[in-house]
């Protein structure tokens, strides 16, 4: 049985409640694919969770963009990954770019909170990706080599988990990798899962692509056979995201 094609749409730190209705209508006319062809992950900000929940259709699913690495308390500012699973969010977003860079993330804290967030019952959508500097010197797998390792070490089940390359040189820049380049990470990283995992979690876990997706290279993207799906940034806060989920097709027509 093939992997099912997953598209997460990335909100980041966007939105109105009245913009935020706005692309939940959209969502909730949408005509695509069914619950068994693709799964549909939306992230709004935290304080839209609910919201945004109570209002999106029934086959689509909302994460949240980030958790704390343990148990909640004296944290000011801070979500746990309880706090999440009592508000039946089911998904959670871990270690995106912005996060490591910006944040100063290292890849041992991300896969702590990849393994917390695992232990208290959500799904993770986890993660990795080089930086410009770093493809340009020849280390890009390495780099995610090293970022998928630090997830393994604190994971010991991968069924709930969706990999997301996003190369940090292609985030909101307009520069996308080309469908060449995508696959032959995914292609690398699928590998070292065979490797360092096994042949069984190499085969079903999915690896999604993200950095500049948008309706115009989604389909392209889409054919690659590594690549099982999107995280969409920019894109999910217009009508093309609806391009973007139907791309599911090119999977379902091979």
Excluded at 121 to 136: H, S, Y
Excluded at 203 to 212: F, N
Excluded at 220 to 233: H, M, N, S
Aim: hydrophobic share 40%; aromatic share 8%.
């Amino acid at each position: 049985m093939g992997r099912k094609f997953f598209v997460g749409g990335n909100w980041k730190c966007n939105g109105t409640t009245s913009e935020v209705k706005k692309i939940v209508t959209t969502l909730n006319e949408a005509e695509v694919p069914s619950e068994d062809v693709v799964d549909v992950v939306v992230s709004p900000p935290f304080v839209f969770l609910a919201y945004v929940k109570s209002l999106l259709r029934s086959d689509f699913h909302v994460a949240a963009q980030n958790c704390w690495v343990r148990r909640g308390g004296a944290l000011t500012g801070e979500i746990s990954a309880e706090m999440l699973v009592n508000l039946g969010i089911p998904w959670v977003i871990i270690g995106h770019s912005e996060r490591r860079q910006i944040l100063n993330e290292s890849n041992e804290f991300v896969g702590d909170k990849v393994g917390y967030a695992l232990s208290q019952g959500l799904k993770v959508i986890a993660c990795i990706g080089e930086t410009l500097e770093q493809r340009e010197s020849g280390s890009t797998v390495a780099v995610v080599a090293a970022q998928t390792k630090a997830i393994a070490d604190k994971v010991s089940s991968w069924e709930n988990i969706v990999l997301a390359y996003e190369p940090v040189w292609a985030i909101g820049t307009g520069k996308v990798a080309t469908p060449d380049q995508a696959q032959q990470v995914h292609f690398e990283l699928r590998k070292w899962l065979q490797v360092n995992v096994g042949a069984e979690v190499a085969a079903s876990t999915r690896i999604i692509y993200g950095g500049s997706v948008n309706g115009a290279n989604c389909k392209e993207l889409a054919t690659q056979p590594d690549v099982d799906g999107f995280l969409v940034g920019g894109a999910s806060l217009k009508p093309e995201f609806i391009d973007i989920i139907n791309s599911a097709t090119v999977k379902k027509d091979d």
